[in-house]
């Protein structure tokens, strides 16, 4: 019988945290935030647990369930937070007036966050009419507005909206003047909602937000029979987006729009300007056809290439060959022959398609068509499963026009079809010629990996050492690397030792946080893969590390910056996108608030002191992925690797938030933490509302269908997708499944993450191929995707087990 975690929190919780005793739970790390102490004292935080059931009277004291009550905040547990914070404001008289704010203002978050609307609004009353000369009263109007929404009790939160402005203009204006819109459009007041929407557009914003208001303001203008000012929106946009799909997007919005107001003049314009200047994108087929439906006339050239890119092959066809019919040969680019063969190709039509390329071929001797015209014609034949064919007229290319700039890759193409299909020998002779005639290309160095993998897999060792020691001094960064890491392997198995120490410290230096790099530690210390260390350490004297690396970034950087360096910088401090995004972070709008760190942290990613300030800062506040990037970019600056950083900067770039939740995830499910930290900060950077396009949600973004069976076998009753925004739930949905894939895998990692990422099935193929080594299983995974994963995974643990691992 599974454990219902939703239902169980030991009465020792309780009494812990009264006593100030912490029950040998794991310490937190300690902070430094933006302010005026930079070396705060470490907290001991308790292993939690989702719902709690507390003594029927406040045994507990309420500065120490204040602490509690944050901390399920952070973690997720809302309703937990919910009724600590209750309890807390039930003692009334009982409690400082500085906690009782606390309180009032934490129920109404945590509240808001759980959808207690009525709850919220409660509590933020409360906090309001009480705590009236707070620091944070303006934020709690935000809040509660946020809260009647949630009610749709729209006037009372346009009061509230209102109430703020008035209280802090000039913040975040654009969001709230947004927010009073929608209300207005609720209420059916539609003049008004618009004037709020018009100063929300006029008002600061990051640029990616800007465009969606005006998208939604633009609907709202329509709706409201005022085509004119939605056109106008629309072409606001256009001024400033810059990415062609969304620009054709918005194009074929605006042409729409005058087409249904009876301006068909101008709705014609803008479909052909669609039509020719983004080709290959849907907008222009739609346009095409919107076009050819009023009459208008089109070139059958454009017209079949447009329709090919849109995957209409048939209309396509057509439209080539009536192109063709109607001028002479030299009328005609020999693009279009090409485009026709790839459209007969793909509705099954071989010998048509053969011969359109060899029309090109034939005719067209000197365009850059013509070496693209020979690679199709042996992709035709081996779409057609005429292998001896394909790799016949690959070979012909390399042969008899080794000169143009396909040939390499015809060879590669001949290499890698004799060794898909049982002829290693053939293969890799072909492979070492693509590397003697063409070496600086990419098929090279790809065809020399397959070589000297080949001529492992047949037991070669001595040829498989002698090609991965040619790429070892060909390429550079993880290539590089990864060629070490074999002559290493080699060596050590033919017994130089001296051979394979060299090449495995070349590997380290070549791409220092790379999978190769640590494997290659790993091998030269003796050291199983994901071996744990004996102990972890997740407590540090920051004081002393963070001057370490302020006295770095002043030695590497040349700063001559006088006293402490991780304070804002005015300029920093007076970044209107900064103090945005901080403002919108503190009223729980925190997707928005991420765009607008996300947009200074771009335009400081360059200045190591800059960011340095902005991921103490934004750690501070608890942005933890932006705090992440920021830190990543003060190693990146410095063009070194993670682990040659200061510890207090490397810890920025592998953090270890969420620590609690982590250590009671992986204590019950058997699994080293420092692992679980890895995957994490893998699948979403410790971004707790991370959401990817199969649905994978939170910190460990599992998808729709495993979170469903993970639920079952954890009794999570009335489960939600929504649930693994929770940071518990994502980390012990996680921590569930890679546990399952452990046990399956027989404690194998690097199998359990393949099965984590890409399922236990294929991981399983993947192991017997390999034998058991981890190496090879690396070469057997045929998911790119999931060999980066589990790549970059081993490298992540690596820098958490030298962070974090005590020997």
């Given at each position: 019988?599974?454990t219902?975690?939703?239902s169980?929190?030991p ?5 812990s945290?009264?006593a100030?005793?912490?029950f040998?739970v794991q310490?937190t790390?300690?902070?430094?935030t933006a ?9 001991a935080?308790?292993?939690l647990t989702?719902?709690p059931t507390?003594?029927p009277?406040?045994t ?7 602490r509690l009550?944050?901390?399920?905040l952070v ?7 919910v ?9 009334g008289?009982?409690i400082s007036?500085a ?5 009032a203002f934490?129920l109404g978050?945590?509240?808001?966050r759980?959808g207690?609307f009525a709850d919220?609004v409660n ?6 009419n009480?705590y009236?000369?707070d ?7 935000f809040?509660?507005g946020?809260?009647?929404m ?5 006037a009372?939160?346009?009061a509230?909206f209102?109430q703020y402005l008035a209280?802090r203009?000039?913040?975040i204006?654009?969001?709230v003047?947004?927010r009073?819109?929608d209300?207005?459009?609720a209420?059916e ?5 618009l004037d709020a ?6 008002e600061?914003?990051s640029?990616v937000?800007e465009?969606?208001?005006?998208e ?9 029979g005022q085509p ?7 072409d ?10 969304y620009r ?5 919005n ?11 003049e101008?709705a ?8 020719e200047?983004y080709?290959?994108t849907p907008?222009?087929y739609?346009a095409?056809q919107l076009?050819?439906e009023?009459?208008v006339?089109?070139d059958d050239y454009?017209?079949?290439r447009?329709s090919?890119l849109?995957?209409d092959?048939?209309?396509?066809i057509?439209?080539?060959n009536?192109?063709t ?5 030299s009328e005609?680019?020999?693009e ?6 790839r459209?007969y190709r793909?509705i099954g039509n071989?010998a048509?398609a053969?011969t359109?390329?060899?029309?090109v071929?034939?005719q067209y001797?000197?365009?850059?068509a013509?070496g693209e015209a020979?690679l199709e014609?042996?992709?035709?034949r081996?779409?057609?499963n005429?292998i001896e ?9 390399a ?5 143009i ?7 590669w193409?001949a ?6 299909n049982?002829k ?9 010629r693509?590397a003697?005639k063409?070496p ?5 160095r790809?065809?020399l990996?397959?070589?000297?993998s080949?001529a492992?897999?047949?037991?070669d060792l001595?040829?498989?050492e002698r090609?991965?020691a040619r790429?070892?001094v060909?390429?550079?960064g993880d290539d590089?690397a ?6 290493g ?5 033919r017994?130089d ?7 495995f410290?070349q ?9 190769f790099a640590a494997?290659?530690?790993d091998?030269q210390l003796?050291?199983?893969p994901f071996?744990?260390p004996a102990?972890v350490?997740?407590?540090f004297d920051?004081?002393a590390?963070?001057?370490?690396a302020?006295n770095?970034l002043r030695q590497?950087?040349a700063?001559e910056?006088e006293?402490s360096l991780w304070?804002?910088s005015p ?6 996108r900064?103090i ?5 972070w503190?009223v729980g ?5 991420e765009?607008e760190?996300?947009?200074v ?9 800059t960011?340095f300030q ?6 501070g506040?608890g ?8 830190g990543?970019?003060?190693i ?5 690797g993670t682990?040659?950083?200061p510890?207090?900067?490397a810890?920025?770039r ?11 995830a992986?204590?019950?499910?058997d ?7 890895s995957?994490i ?8 509302y991370?959401?990817a396009a199969?649905?994978e949600k939170?910190?460990?973004?599992v998808?729709p269908?495993?979170?469903e069976?993970?639920?079952?076998q954890?009794?999570?009753p009335?489960?939600?997708?929504s ?5 518990y739930?994502g ?5 569930y ?8 895998f027989?404690?194998n990692?690097i199998?359990a993450?393949a099965?984590y990422?890409?399922?236990p099935?294929?991981a399983?193929?993947w192991?017997?191929?390999s ?5 090879l299983?690396?070469?057997t995974?045929?998911i790119?995707s ?5 790549e970059r995974?081993y490298g ?6 030298a962070?974090y691992g005590v020997?």
């Amino acid at each position: 019988m599974t454990t219902n975690l939703k239902s169980f929190l030991p009465f020792l919780l309780v009494i812990s945290l009264a006593a100030g005793c912490s029950f040998g739970v794991q310490p937190t790390p300690i902070y430094v935030t933006a302010t005026p102490d930079a070396t705060a004292g470490p907290t001991a935080t308790p292993t939690l647990t989702p719902t709690p059931t507390f003594p029927p009277t406040p045994t507990v004291v309420p500065e120490v369930a204040l602490r509690l009550a944050d901390r399920y905040l952070v973690n997720g547990y809302y309703e937990n937070a919910v009724y600590t914070y209750q309890t807390i404001l039930a003692q009334g008289d009982g409690i400082s007036p500085a906690t009782g704010a606390a309180a009032a203002f934490g129920l109404g978050r945590a509240a808001l966050r759980e959808g207690l609307f009525a709850d919220s609004v409660n509590a933020l009353t409360t906090f309001i009419n009480q705590y009236g000369q707070d620091g944070r009263i303006a934020q709690a109007y935000f809040l509660r507005g946020d809260a009647y929404m949630g009610l749709s009790q729209w006037a009372e939160a346009l009061a509230d909206f209102q109430q703020y402005l008035a209280m802090r203009p000039g913040m975040i204006d654009s969001y709230v003047h947004e927010r009073m819109g929608d209300a207005h459009l609720a209420l059916e007041q539609t003049q008004p909602a618009l004037d709020a929407y018009a100063k929300a557009t006029g008002e600061g914003r990051s640029l990616v937000p800007e465009l969606a208001l005006r998208e939604k303001v633009a609907q709202v203008y329509i709706q409201a029979g005022q085509p004119q000012a939605a056109l106008a929106q629309y072409d606001a946009i256009l001024a400033e987006a810059r990415n062609v799909p969304y620009r054709a997007l918005i194009e074929l919005n605006a042409a729409q729009l005058l087409l249904d107001s009876g301006s068909e003049e101008n709705a014609l314009a803008r479909l052909q300007a669609i039509f020719e200047n983004y080709p290959d994108t849907p907008q222009a087929y739609q346009a095409m056809q919107l076009l050819t439906e009023n009459g208008v006339e089109l070139d059958d050239y454009a017209k079949g290439r447009v329709s090919y890119l849109y995957g209409d092959y048939q209309t396509a066809i057509d439209a080539f060959n009536a192109y063709t019919s109607s001028h002479i040969l030299s009328e005609v680019p020999a693009e279009l022959y090409l485009l026709l063969g790839r459209a007969y190709r793909e509705i099954g039509n071989t010998a048509a398609a053969i011969t359109a390329f060899q029309t090109v071929i034939d005719q067209y001797p000197t365009d850059p068509a013509f070496g693209e015209a020979l690679l199709e014609q042996g992709r035709t034949r081996f779409l057609s499963n005429d292998i001896e064919g394909a790799i016949a007229q690959y070979l012909r290319i390399a042969d008899t026009y080794g000169d143009i700039p396909q040939a390499a890759e015809a060879l590669w193409r001949a290499g890698y079809l004799y060794g898909t299909n049982d002829k290693p020998a053939e293969s890799r002779q072909i492979f070492e010629r693509l590397a003697d005639k063409y070496p600086d290309t990419e098929q090279a160095r790809s065809g020399l990996f397959l070589a000297a993998s080949a001529a492992y897999n047949l037991d070669d060792l001595a040829g498989a050492e002698r090609l991965y020691a040619r790429l070892a001094v060909t390429t550079t960064g993880d290539d590089q690397a990864a060629a070490y890491l074999w002559v290493g392997r080699l060596a050590l198995q033919r017994g130089d030792e001296q051979t394979a120490q060299q090449a495995f410290q070349q590997a380290v230096a070549a791409a220092p946080d790379s999978y190769f790099a640590a494997r290659a530690q790993d091998i030269q210390l003796g050291r199983e893969p994901f071996a744990p260390p004996a102990q972890v350490q997740f407590e540090f004297d920051e004081a002393a590390q963070l001057a370490e690396a302020e006295n770095w970034l002043r030695q590497k950087f040349a700063v001559e910056q006088e006293g402490s360096l991780w304070q804002l910088s005015p300029p920093l401090q007076a970044d209107p996108r900064l103090i945005r995004g901080n403002e919108l972070w503190a009223v729980g709008a925190n997707e928005e608030a991420e765009v607008e760190f996300g947009d200074v942290i771009e335009a400081n990613k360059d200045n190591a002191l800059t960011s340095f300030q902005l991921a103490v800062f934004l750690r501070g506040i608890g942005a933890y992925q932006p705090s992440i990037l920021a830190g990543a970019n003060v190693i990146r600056a410095a063009q070194v690797g993670t682990l040659e950083a200061p510890p207090f900067i490397a810890r920025l770039r592998y953090p270890v938030y969420y620590l609690d939740v982590v250590l009671d995830a992986a204590q019950r499910q058997d699994i080293d933490p420092l692992l679980l930290f890895s995957l994490i900060r893998h699948e979403s950077l410790f971004d707790t509302y991370a959401t990817a396009a199969a649905g994978e949600k939170g910190l460990t973004q599992v998808i729709p269908s495993t979170g469903e069976y993970i639920a079952q076998q954890l009794e999570w009753p009335n489960y939600q997708h929504s649930d693994l925004f929770r940071p518990y739930a994502g980390v012990e949905f996680g921590a569930y499944f890679l546990a399952e894939n452990l046990r399956r895998f027989d404690n194998n990692v690097i199998a359990a993450l393949a099965g984590y990422n890409a399922g236990p099935g294929r991981a399983a193929s993947w192991l017997e191929l390999s034998g058991g080594d981890p190496d090879l299983f690396m070469t057997t995974i045929t998911i790119a995707s999931t060999r980066t994963y589990v790549e970059r995974i081993y490298g992540f643990y690596n820098i958490y087990r030298a962070l974090y691992g005590v020997a």
